[in-house]
Every structure is written in structure tokens, then in C-alpha cells.
């Protein structure tokens, strides 16, 4: 008998780890560790607890179920092996500082009990550490790492398992949101089972995969695949995304089409890419992963702060990033861009404040994705976009959204507002603003100054001054 431990891992299908446990007979296994719920938020729970009743409905239809447990790993999963005369557990690595630190402290407890474990990586293609430099150092540059990762083979996806290879087991409920001291979220969450994972698969490789690199920028287009939250959880494996995306590659009718789906698959060795920088260096979730000679002197307005938390910025492809946030738990990766350029760069605000409110906020939250993210546009991370090259919110609505479509969905103040008054917002008089939209804000800051202030702010940190 073999306890499968799922954790970034909610599904039966392409589960590396499982398909190890289901050589002998496997018990799956969920432990709520009140550990990693503190860095939980009411989006992301809802999104897992949705994702483990999809996940126990499967194994009940193959004459198991899911064991759930509630406390510390480091007791309950030795536990559970005794109870259930396991002899060994598995699990597939995560390679966040505080998952290693929990699974290292699991393993002394195994070795403890006299129990055998196995580890194995699953939630990427390539291992933190397996793709370097030819000096064997972590890459610091997507490009030369992406070039690799593209070379490299891919492993197939993994067969689910069978009813004759899991244990015959019962499962006590599920917590709910409140018994797990969450509310309700603001924002509708998808839903997370394999099912609406493999359908948005499916819908995404059927045709918008092949116009992913012209449009994916444009957030009123439906050109995004909208997996990154199955992706997180693991409702569904990446083996599957890639077979099923280089299935719509060699399916492509044309030469653009096929590199448009390449392109998307660069999404995917991104996502690597965040998890190796941060598998190396665990401590930029709260530190600068570029040194600086002085620290940014960043600046504290909580009224700046919660007028970009509040999409009331007065600056409208801003707002309505901000707004489809709270609407969704979702944002659209151009407008994360936007979003992340504007506090940092216009409101000089810490790439933190915004790192901590996604994290709140996101359903499809990834510290490795979302810290690199944030730091990539705050000019602080890895490849990061360089400090003087300052995104002109104005500039990104008009090209990007070039109708105000998606503005106007989600800023409904400027509904029937003509397109060219929303983009050239900040340069209206205030009389004219209140004729067109009088319950829409003035900008909070002036894009010119603020820019000529960022430039300022970095270099003197930098030690140009």
C-alpha cells in the first residue's frame, strides 16, 4: 500500500506521483495544513475546495475516495500511513521556500517512523536545476533559458489510474469556506475541476491558439487560454497542455499559426522559468532579486494605494484592469502589466503593496509567476523591463483597446463615452471630464512628472546621482 499526498496536484489524470503510488495500491490523500492556509485567501480557497470535491467525485468513480485530514504534515501524514499499513508516500515537489521547508521537516518524520517516501517533479516539464548555463548556474535570462526548455523533450502525460489500483477507502466531508475561518469571495471563481480545465483546453487549441501571438495583448479579445488557475491547483497536468497545444501546432493551417502556437508554449516555459528563479532564490517573495546600491525610496500614500485597489485612478485602462480584479479574481495578463507599471512607476508605490493585494485577490495566485511578475515590472527582478522604459497607461489603453471595449465593460461610468475622450482622459479639462462622465475620477497623478520622478527615484538608488 502507498499514500498518495496531493497538494498543487487536484486531479487523477497526468499526475506523476499518483501514477507512482498506483504501481502498488494507493491511497490519495489531502491534509488542510493550517500552515500554508495563513497565506490563503477566499478566491484561491474556494478554488481548491471546488477542485477537491471534483477530484474525490473521481476517485468515487473508480470505488475509492479521498482521505482528508486537517493539521500539521509532519504528524498527520505519518499517521495516516500507520493507519493505513502504507509503506511508502508520495508526493510531487513544490519549490516555494516554506513548501520545501514543510516537505524536508515531512521527510525527518518519515525516516523517523521507518517509512519510505518518493518525490517526484510533476507540476513542471523540467526541474528546477536541470536546465543552466554551461557554467551550471540558474539562468538569469529567459531567452537563453527558453531556448533549452523548447529543445528539451517533453515527457507524455500520465495515465489516470484504475479502480483495481486505488485503495478501497472512505473519505470524511469536505470543510467548508467557513469552517476554514474564510468568507465568501467578492468575485464569481470559475470552476476548477479537470473537466472545465481540459474544456478550456479544448476550446482554446480548437482556433484562438493559433491567433495567440497577434491578439493575445488585446484584452477584449478571447485569445487566452484562462488555464493558469488549473495550472496553479494542477486540475490539470502540463504534459496534457503541451501534447494538446502541439497537437493545434501541427495541426496549423499556416506558418504564423504555428509560431503563434510556439508563443504560447513560451507562456508555459515562463512559468519554469519564475519557478527555477525562485527555487534558487527563495527570499525575493519579499526581497529585491536586483541589487541596488541604495534601497528605492519608495513611497507611503494609502490614499494613492487604495485608489488602484479601487480601479478609481482616473486613468482608465488602470481602473478597468483593477476592476475586472474584483469582478473575476482574474486579470488579464496585458493589463497585469499595465496595473503593475502604474503603481510602481506613476504612484512610486512598492511592487509588494501590489505583489500582497494579488495574492489576496488572484484565484490563480503562483508566488513564483506573481513575484516575478511584479518584479519584472518594477525593475527589481530577473529580465526584468529596464527603469527607464515606462509604460504610458495612456498609451497602452489606446493601442490595446483601441474602442475603450474593455474599458467600457468594466468602467461603466464611461459607457457611451467616445473612445478618443477616454484615452486622452488626463489631458481634459476638468469641465469637460465632468460632462462626459461626472462620477468618473480625475487622474490621482500626472503620468509626465510621475515618470520624470521614477527616473529619478531609480537612479538614485542605483548611485547615478
Not at 503510488?21 to 477566499?42: I, M
Not at 528605492?296 to 494605494?305: F, G, H, M, N, Y
Request: aromatic share 10%.
Amino acid at each position: 500500500m502507498r499514500l498518495h499526498w496531493h497538494r498543487r496536484d487536484l486531479r487523477a489524470a497526468d499526475n506523476r506521483g499518483l501514477a507512482r503510488a498506483a504501481e502498488a495500491t494507493a491511497v490519495p490523500v489531502f491534509v488542510f495544513d493550517p500552515t500554508v492556509l495563513q497565506h490563503g485567501a477566499s478566491p484561491r480557497v474556494t478554488f481548491l475546495l471546488d477542485a477537491l470535491d471534483s477530484l474525490r467525485t473521481a476517485y468515487r468513480e473508480r470505488g475509492s475516495d479521498l482521505v482528508v485530514a486537517h493539521g500539521n504534515p509532519v504528524e498527520v501524514i505519518p499517521r495516516l500511513a500507520d493507519e493505513y499499513d502504507a509503506d511508502t508516500v508520495t508526493w510531487n515537489r513544490d519549490y516555494s521556500g516554506l513548501a520545501r521547508r514543510r516537505d524536508d521537516a515531512v521527510r525527518d518524520a518519515l525516516d523517523e517512523a521507518g517509512l519510505d517516501y518518493e518525490t517526484v517533479h510533476d507540476a513542471v516539464h523540467h526541474e528546477p536545476g536541470s536546465i543552466t548555463t554551461n557554467a551550471g548556474d540558474p539562468y538569469a535570462v529567459f531567452t537563453y533559458f527558453s531556448k533549452k526548455w523548447h529543445d528539451r523533450p517533453k515527457a507524455d502525460p500520465f495515465e489516470a489510474p484504475g479502480e483495481a489500483d486505488l485503495a478501497d477507502v472512505d473519505g470524511d466531508p469536505l470543510p467548508t469556506l467557513a469552517d476554514l475561518d474564510f468568507a465568501e469571495p467578492e468575485a464569481d471563481i470559475p470552476d476548477a475541476s479537470t473537466a472545465a480545465a481540459r474544456d478550456l483546453l479544448e476550446r482554446f487549441c480548437a482556433s484562438p491558439v493559433h491567433r495567440y501571438e497577434e491578439r493575445r495583448d488585446y484584452p477584449d479579445d478571447d485569445v487566452t487560454s484562462r488555464l493558469s488557475a488549473h495550472l496553479k491547483y494542477g486540475t490539470i497536468g502540463v504534459r496534457e497542455v503541451y501534447e494538446r497545444a502541439d497537437r493545434a501546432r501541427a495541426d496549423a493551417p499556416d506558418e504564423a499559426a504555428r509560431e503563434s502556437v510556439t508563443e504560447f508554449l513560451d507562456q508555459l516555459a515562463w512559468r519554469e522559468f519564475y519557478t527555477q528563479v525562485l527555487w534558487a532564490n527563495p527570499e525575493v517573495v519579499d526581497s529585491n532579486y536586483k541589487e541596488y546600491e541604495q534601497d528605492i525610496e519608495w513611497r507611503d500614500d494609502p490614499e494613492a494605494l487604495q485608489a488602484w485597489k479601487d480601479g478609481r485612478t482616473g486613468y482608465p485602462i488602470v481602473d478597468a484592469g483593477m476592476r475586472q480584479l474584483r469582478a473575476e479574481a482574474w486579470m488579464h495578463n496585458r493589463l497585469r502589466m499595465i496595473v503593475a507599471s502604474f503603481l510602481t512607476k506613476d504612484l512610486l508605490l512598492d511592487w509588494r503593496e501590489g505583489y500582497a493585494w494579488f495574492r489576496e485577490r488572484l484565484v490563480d495566485h503562483d508566488t513564483a509567476n506573481d513575484n516575478g511578475g511584479w518584479q519584472w515590472a518594477a525593475s527589481t527582478g530577473t529580465d526584468a523591463q529596464p527603469y527607464f522604459r515606462i509604460f504610458n497607461p495612456m498609451t497602452q489603453g489606446e493601442r490595446y483597446d483601441p474602442d475603450a471595449e474593455y474599458i467600457q465593460e468594466y468602467v461603466p461610468e464611461l459607457e457611451g463615452v467616445p473612445a478618443d475622450a477616454i484615452h486622452s482622459w488626463h489631458e481634459l479639462d476638468p469641465a469637460t471630464r465632468e460632462t462626459h462622465a461626472p462620477d468618473y475620477p480625475h487622474p490621482v497623478v500626472d503620468h509626465s512628472e510621475q515618470r520624470e520622478a521614477a527616473l529619478a527615484m531609480f537612479e538614485r538608488a542605483r548611485g547615478d546621482e
